[in-house]
């Protein structure tokens, strides 16, 4: 694991939980960059294209204790085996992934580190993001 000035990395054993069979261990590299500051990442490897899903870390962090989330990405604890269970879904396919809660947790309290909840908007240069989405220069 390694914490940067404003950036998180953590390396999380994931297990995909499959319908009448034992769950399929993965791999996933958890990212947190105050660039971002309103999101996480999850990186999937070795898979052959190098799948990432992005979502809201205030999402992932209210899945530690109680259910959230709609669409295409779900959070909620279960509690009786100590884990958090992400679903991502897509046209192309769900899954329902589980994560040590603990670990999880570890992650999320090094992003605060990184940028406290309520300073998000201070990493956020407005002003640059208005000029790019208009298409000014």
């Known amino acids: 694991m390694s914490v940067g000035f404003e950036t998180v990395v953590r390396e999380v054993a994931m297990h995909v939980v499959l319908p009448d069979a034992e769950p399929h261990r993965l791999r996933v590299v958890m990212r947190y960059d105050a660039a ?8 999937f490897d070795p898979l052959p294209h190098g799948v990432s899903w992005v979502f809201a870390r205030d999402l992932l962090m209210r899945g530690l204790s109680a259910p959230t989330g709609d669409c295409d990405v779900r959070v909620w604890p279960s509690h009786a085996e100590r884990c958090l269970r992400i679903a991502l879904m897509s046209p192309d396919g769900d ?8 670990d999880v947790a570890d992650f999320l ?3 605060y580190l990184a940028c406290p909840p309520g300073s998000e ?4 240069d407005l002003d640059a993001e208005l000029v790019a989405l208009l298409g000014q220069s």
């Not at 899954?95 to 603990?102: G, I, N, R």
């Open 36 to 43: 971002d500051p309103f999101a996480v990442r999850l990186d």
């Open 95 to 102: 899954a329902v992934l589980e994560a040590t809660t603990s």
């Open 109 to 111: 309290g090094r992003t």
């Open 121 to 124: 908007s201070r990493h956020l």
